[in-house]
């Protein structure tokens, strides 16, 4: 009864704990930790860059042995990002911008929230860190802070590196489709998505499905950019930004009459390199157009090479429903104006995202049931 009695009433104040932290009139501190709240936005404004020197520690767990990796197993899944197992590693680049500044990263199987001022290695760096003079790299391994940056905001343009044929000699054509949230998407031609600053005002909501004037404008260029400048070495390449927030199959549609156009234009061989949800708009091409897809195939050299592409669903899916997935979290962090439910009011009414969820050998599976 003792223990019983206990466990009941440690039950009971742990879930009362829960229940208070995010009110602010109760745990000011812990409230305003939340992902979504107003001070995390506030201290977070992307439009904002400061000329003050900063150092910025940042670590991730590893273990190698297997006990060791049954231990954060769950943690990892908790956070789906590298983190010291209480404050995921992108978050502490976080902050205004700063205009100087440097990053020491450190990983290893010693790594937790409390061991930086203990472990020798930080604890050398946390030294070097007090003694750099301002603007100074130092030697124990820092790195510029804008590269922090650029690792968690992707590049925002493609460039304007050639992606056309680079001799006068006809070659064979690659069309280049991307993967969900990998296209650029533009409001009236005012680009919304990938734009930090349109986002941080809250004009993700410009793009909800109802909206009339979307237009597809181009591929993200830190994921694509590389890839298609090595295929323009050897074939004219042709990237198909498409609209991830539609039906897979209008796009595919549409996808379909630009092959159609690009056939009578050419005797090269048409090939497809598609990325994720990409490869589900060639396939859906394929099935509704089965004649041009045998056109194609007919040319000696035709290819359609599906990177990662989720054939069954991703599993990604139901998580960004229920507002855990990574990408969406950055998102809410950096709205400014709206919360998370009127963020995920927009998203889930996103037919090309609701046909990525997963389904099993007998269909779908129905991840709102309890």
Not at 77 to 100: I, N, W
Not at 166 to 190: C, E, F, K, W
């Amino acid at each position: 009864p003792g223990a019983a009695e206990t466990y009941g009433l440690i039950t009971d104040l742990l879930l009362d704990f829960k229940k208070q932290a995010a009110d602010p009139q109760v745990m000011p501190g812990l409230a305003s930790m939340t992902p979504d709240s107003n001070f995390i936005k506030l201290i977070n404004r992307p439009d904002i860059q400061l000329d003050v020197d900063l150092s910025v520690i940042a670590g991730d767990v590893e273990k190698n042995d297997v006990i060791g990796r049954l231990a954060i197993f769950f943690t990892d899944l908790f956070y789906s990002d590298e983190h010291d197992l209480v404050v995921q590693t992108p978050a502490m680049y976080g902050g205004p911008t700063r205009k100087d500044g440097r990053y020491f990263f450190y990983k290893g199987p010693g790594v937790h929230h409390s061991s930086y001022f203990s472990a020798k290695r930080t604890a050398e760096v946390i030294k070097e860190a007090l003694i750099v003079p301002t603007g100074k790299l130092g030697a124990r391994g820092f790195r510029p802070l804008e590269e922090a940056y650029a690792s968690a905001i992707p590049e925002l343009e493609l460039g304007t590196r050639s992606f056309q044929k680079r001799a006068n000699l006809s070659q064979p054509v690659v069309y280049v489709l991307p993967g969900i949230m990998g296209t650029h998407l533009a409001d009236g031609g005012n680009r919304v998505w990938l734009n930090v600053l349109e986002l941080a005002q809250g004009r993700i909501a410009n793009l909800q499905i109802a909206s009339k004037n979307i237009q597809p404008q181009a591929l993200l260029g830190l994921a694509y950019a590389n890839l298609v400048e090595y295929l323009s070495a050897t074939h004219e390449v042709i990237p198909f930004p498409y609209d991830w927030r539609l039906s897979i199959m209008d796009e595919a549609s549409r996808f379909a009459d630009v092959l159609e156009a690009k056939l009578k234009e050419t005797k090269q061989p048409i090939r497809i390199v598609a990325h994720s949800m990409g490869g589900l708009v060639t396939r859906a091409m394929i099935a509704q157009r089965k004649e041009l897809w045998e056109r194609i195939r007919e040319r000696d050299g035709s290819r359609f090479v599906m990177l990662g592409t989720p054939n069954k669903g991703s599993y990604q899916i139901p998580r960004l429903i229920l507002g855990r997935e990574k990408t969406f979290r950055m998102l809410a962090l950096l709205d400014i104006r709206n919360s998370t439910k009127q963020l995920l009011d927009v998203i889930v009414r996103f037919p090309g995202v609701l046909q990525l969820l997963p389904m099993d050998a007998d269909g779908p599976l129905n991840f709102l049931d309890a």
